[in-house]
């Protein structure tokens, strides 16, 4: 099964852009990476997910190298309230099952 | 809101006892997962099912069991509560053919 390195903690100023990476080197040609957030104690929050292109929707953009060895996650304005727990994850097996790290905790300062 | 619903919220409990928490899924969601997560760790797989069935099987003690029932909606069972199984646990549903998970706000409990 594949997993992942964050790294435990990052900061971010406020209206900047913030870059989280994450390592997958283990990931299968078929896994797709899976960024969720988790503010304080509440149900994680799906974010976006990719397979081998580079994606962007309306919370953020992911970022996955050729080798699909590692990804980024990109908030391009960070606010206040984007701080949180940030997951990266692979499915792993045919079971789906979502095998999670501790993430990333961003916080976005003023 | 994810449309995904967990009940209680909260739950304390003394040990020894047995609690049943509940999750509706979202709307036409046939799989349903759990996960519990304890202070500051991450979250851990319990189990899945989808449309009435087992599917996949994680860290879940035999103490624990659950099931999903022709509504969809589903229940885990905690028996024989230790002060170690304090802690959320988490309720998420995804479509057919859907990777994509979204959680319910969770049920926190404590065992005192």
């Known amino acids: 099964d594949a997993k992942t390195t964050q790294p435990p903690s990052m900061d971010c100023a406020e209206g900047r852009a913030a870059n989280l990476p994450c390592n997958h080197s283990?990931?299968?040609?078929?896994?797709?990476v899976y960024w969720y957030r988790q503010i304080h104690s509440q149900g994680p929050q799906y974010i976006i997910h990719?397979?081998?292109?580079?994606e962007t929707n309306e919370m953020a953009s992911l970022i996955i190298t050729e080798d699909r060895k590692s990804s980024t996650l990109i908030l391009p304005h960070a606010t206040l309230r984007d701080t949180a727990v940030y997951y990266c994850?692979?499915?792993?097996?045919?079971?789906?099952?979502?095998?999670w790290g501790l993430g990333t905790s961003l916080a976005v300062n003023p | 809101d994810s449309g995904v619903t967990q009940t209680p919220k909260h739950l304390i409990t003394a040990t020894g006892q047995r609690v049943t928490l509940r999750c509706s899924p979202r709307?036409?969601?046939?799989?349903v997962y759990w996960y519990q997560q304890s202070l500051d760790q991450g979250l851990q797989f319990l189990i899945q099912?989808?449309?009435?069935?087992?599917?996949a099987k994680g860290n879940i003690l035999e103490r624990f069991s659950a099931q999903q029932f022709p509504d969809l909606h589903s229940e885990l069972n905690l028996s024989s509560l230790e002060l170690g199984d304090s802690a959320l646990y988490f309720c998420?549903?995804?479509?057919?053919?859907?990777?994509?998970?979204?959680f319910g706000p969770g049920t926190r409990l404590l065992v005192l």
């Open positions: 283990t990931i299968s040609g078929n896994e797709y």
């Open positions: 990719g397979l081998k292109n580079n």
């Open positions: 998420a549903s995804s479509g057919r053919g859907m990777e994509t998970q979204y």
């Open positions: 099912y989808y449309n009435g069935e087992e599917r």
């Open positions: 709307s036409g969601d046939l799989s």
């Open positions: 994850i692979v499915l792993a097996g045919n079971n789906r099952k979502l095998i």
